[in-house]
């Protein structure tokens, strides 16, 4: 779904350097995730937003931090990266009017060494 | 915590038969219940879903069934195609109070021509 859109696609990054992750979208919706997948792992919730002011942490949000700089941005930094936050992360929005559905950007694809 | 319990974490069908996947949640509050697929190096998108209030739903060759009362619900995909092929996720969430967006650990279905 081009609507949503993460940069960069592709990070390596060493142990104790702060990253950011960004997230974008067009679809005009209100809420925002951050999860990441992990090979058998399945998908889990790091960070979610529900507007501006609104931050709750998700499943795993140890390690990580958010910022929602408008309705159309949510940002995961990783203050000090280690190397089992190597992963692939994805955004996701959904919009409370038309339930429960979530969009999901292309994913970032992250290697801490 | 809770959890969301995927099985099998692998399946091989041949082209035509059905698929069932199967998914046990343990919060008795979760409302609402998606099946996310989600191809090679591609991001998820759901492909149907279900609310607690409801035991089945079809949508063309997929449906989901739900069982409320044992806390399990199952995708069933019938005449599978090649294009099938995937890794699938299950979802349970509580979508009113706090928020819950949990999945299953994905089940990768092979469908062999």
């Given at each position: 779904d081009a609507d949503v859109t993460q940069t960069p696609r592709n990070r390596i990054t060493k142990t104790g350097k702060r990253i950011m992750l960004e997230c974008s979208q067009t679809?005009?919706?209100d809420r925002m995730y951050w999860y990441r997948q992990d090979p058998g792992l399945g998908l889990r919730l790091i960070y979610y937003s529900f507007d501006v002011k609104d931050i709750n942490k998700g499943e795993i949000s140890d390690g990580y931090s958010v910022s929602r700089q408008a309705q159309a941005k949510f940002s995961l930094s990783l203050e000090s990266a280690i190397p089992n936050q190597t992963a692939l992360y994805f955004c996701a929005t959904s919009d409370n009017r038309r339930g429960e559905t979530q969009y999901f950007g292309p994913g970032t694809r992250l290697l801490v060494l | 915590g809770e959890n969301v319990e995927q099985h099998p974490s692998t399946l091989s069908v041949q082209e035509g038969d059905s698929a069932v996947i199967k998914c046990t949640y343990s919060d008795s509050a979760s409302n609402y219940f998606p099946w996310y697929k989600q191809e090679l190096g591609k991001r998820p998108q759901l492909i149907i879903d279900i609310r607690s209030n409801v035991g089945e739903k079809k949508d063309q060759r997929i449906a989901v069934t739900l069982n409320k009362t044992a806390k399990h619900f199952s995708l069933h995909i019938t005449e599978t195609q090649p294009e099938d092929s995937a890794v699938y996720f299950c979802a349970a969430c509580l979508?009113?109070?706090t928020y819950k967006y949990i999945f299953g650990t994905g089940t990768r279905l092979k469908v062999l021509a």
């Open positions: 679809k005009g919706h | 979508t009113s109070g």
